[in-house]
């Protein structure tokens, strides 16, 4: 499921799963016995950047249209959120082997100037 997900960038309900023919023999599935199955990748700007899956034991059909636009919606804003925190990382890594770099350079400058 996941990696359906993955590969096509669409969002997959599965609002049965023991009726679905190639999850039904699936140990998870029959294991477990999730009765709804949801999956929406999380995507910015088209780049895939995770995967949100759900699943409820309680009840088939859990994931209706309103939850499902609510979650497109949530995960949009997550995708955002985790791609900016990626660019922070970056930002900081950057900023670290910069200083580093001054510092290193500033020391031959002094070497050089003795």
Do not use: C
């Given at each position: 499921?996941?990696?359906?997900?993955?590969?096509?960038?669409?969002?997959?309900?599965?609002?049965?799963?023991?009726?679905v023919?190639?999850?039904?023999?699936?140990?998870?599935?029959?294991?477990?016995?999730?009765?709804?199955?949801?999956?929406?990748?999380?995507?910015?700007?088209?780049?895939?950047?995770?995967?949100?899956?759900?699943?409820?034991?309680?009840?088939?059909?859990?994931?209706?249209?309103?939850?499902?636009?609510?979650?497109?919606?949530?995960?949009?804003?997550?995708?955002i959120?985790?791609?900016?925190?990626?660019?922070?990382?970056?930002?900081?890594?950057?900023?670290?082997?910069?200083?580093?770099?001054?510092?290193?350079?500033?020391?031959?400058?002094?070497?050089?100037?003795?």
């Open positions: 499921m996941i990696n359906y997900v993955k590969r096509s960038r669409e969002i997959l309900v599965i609002d049965d799963p023991i009726a023919s190639f999850l039904a023999s699936d140990s998870y599935i029959t294991n477990e016995e999730p009765k709804s199955l949801l999956s929406i990748p999380l995507l910015n700007q088209g780049k895939l950047i995770g995967i949100l899956y759900l699943e409820n034991r309680l009840t088939t059909g859990a994931f209706t249209r309103d939850r499902i636009e609510v979650l497109k919606l949530l995960t949009t804003q997550a995708a959120s985790l791609e900016n925190a990626i660019l922070y990382k970056n930002l900081a890594q950057a900023k670290e082997s910069l200083e580093e770099y001054n510092h290193t350079l500033e020391r031959k400058v002094q070497e050089r100037t003795q």
